[in-house]
C-alpha cells in the first residue's frame, strides 16, 4: 500500500489550498481515508475523515474552512482548505484505514503516507 500527499505550499493567512492524496494496493472504496497534522513541537493531530458514501467527519478546528472528498475511480482524496489561518501550519499526512468508532484516533489507521508541508503566513 502507498499513499501519496502532494499540494502543500506557502500561502498568505486567508489564502486556499488543495492537498491531494493518491492510494495505490489497497481496494480504495473500501477504507476510510483521513488527514492528519503536525505542527512543530506539537502531537500529531486529526483534520477530516470521509468513509462510506458520505460519511464525514472533520475537527471543530477546521469544520467550515476545511473540505474533504474523494475520487474513488482516482483513488484519491483531497483536501480542500480555504480561510487559512498560520496555526494551520503543519504537515499534513494522509492515512488509511479500515474504520472504527474513533476516526480521530491515530490507530484506527493502517497505512500512512508521507506528509506534505503547509505553512501559512500571516
Do not use: H
Not at 477504507?31 to 492528519?36: E, I, K, L, P, R
Not at 478546528?61 to 503543519?90: C, H, W
Not at 484505514?97 to 490507530?107: N, Y
Amino acid at each position: 500500500v502507498q499513499l501519496q500527499a502532494s499540494g502543500g505550499g506557502l500561502v498568505q493567512a486567508g489564502g486556499s489550498l488543495r492537498l491531494s492524496c493518491a492510494a495505490s494496493g489497497l481496494t480504495f472504496s473500501a477504507y476510510v481515508m483521513g488527514w492528519f497534522r503536525q505542527a512543530p513541537g506539537k502531537e500529531r493531530e486529526f483534520v477530516a475523515a470521509i468513509f462510506g458514501g458520505r460519511g464525514i467527519y472533520y475537527a471543530d478546528s477546521v469544520k467550515g474552512r476545511f473540505t474533504i472528498s474523494k475520487d474513488n475511480v482516482k483513488n484519491t482524496v483531497y483536501l480542500q482548505m480555504s480561510s487559512l489561518k498560520p496555526e494551520d501550519t503543519a504537515v499534513y499526512s494522509c492515512a488509511a484505514g479500515r474504520g472504527g468508532l474513533r476516526l480521530e484516533k491515530e490507530k484506527e489507521y493502517n497505512y500512512w503516507g508521507q506528509g506534505t508541508q503547509v505553512t501559512v503566513s500571516s
